[in-house]
């Protein structure tokens, strides 16, 4: 299994606070990746990373930012959490952009 | 852009009987294609990948045709077992022009395999 790790693995926050979710990696891949995952709408992308403070948007990237500080980790922050960032959030990482995509476990953030 | 659409779900079977799920996509130029599992509670695994026309990929007894002409890339299993019951993701990689290799993914299919 690739050595990819998310944390936290749940989290229950109130709408209006800053969250930030951590993704790490032991492989040395270049790219990295935040998905989440909503009922009807299998995976959709954040933002992804290609290199050490190398980042850009996904498709659905409003309300989210990145930062990418080290080759072995990604955060993703939530700075102002709402309701509708009630989901389940992906890590995946990639030797390079032509390689297969290896995920993370989760983390289920919960919004109230 | 691209695209990838799955058969509705979810998908009930007996053991021991055939699988098969639909995908198809659009893209421009020559994604790479590949069907993601997902477990109970678990992160998604690749379950087999296929990167040109014509090629099969297989793994687990579960094998997929990239199929240019019909645009499809249907996932198979002869004889299904109950632990094969999961969520089921198509999704297609294009790793041309400034894509990054971003995975598009359809919206997954649940299967369930009773005994």
């Known amino acids: 299994d690739a050595g990819i790790t998310q944390s936290p693995r749940h989290k229950v926050t109130e709408t209006g606070t800053p969250v930030t979710l951590r993704c790490h990696q032991t492989?040395?891949?270049?790219?990295m990746y935040w998905y989440r995952q909503d009922p009807g709408h299998g995976l959709r992308l954040i933002h992804y990373s290609y290199g050490v403070k190398d980042t850009d948007k996904g498709e659905v990237s409003d309300g989210y930012s990145v930062s990418r500080s080290k080759t072995e980790d990604f955060l993703l922050t939530l700075e102002s959490a709402t309701s509708s960032q009630t989901s389940v959030y992906f890590c995946?990482?990639?030797?390079?952009?032509?390689?297969?995509?290896?995920f993370g476990p989760g983390t289920r953030l919960t919004v109230t | 852009g691209n695209s990838v659409t799955q058969m509705e779900g979810p998908v009930t079977l007996s053991e021991e009987a055939f699988l098969t799920i639909n995908c198809t996509y659009t893209a421009t130029g020559y994604p790479s294609l590949f069907w993601y599992v997902q477990y109970p509670g678990e992160g998604l695994q690749l379950l087999l990948k296929a990167t040109k026309a014509d090629d099969k990929g297989s793994n687990k007894g579960f094998e997929a045709t990239y199929r240019k002409e019909t645009t499809s890339f249907h996932l198979e299993k002869g004889s299904v077992q109950v632990s094969d019951s999961a969520v089921y993701f198509c999704a297609l990689s294009y790793s041309g022009g400034t894509s990054y290799g971003k995975l598009t993914f359809g919206q997954g299919t649940i299967l369930t395999v009773h005994p």
């Open positions: 995946a990482i990639s030797r390079d952009r032509e390689y297969e995509q290896y």
């Open positions: 492989e040395n891949h270049r790219y």
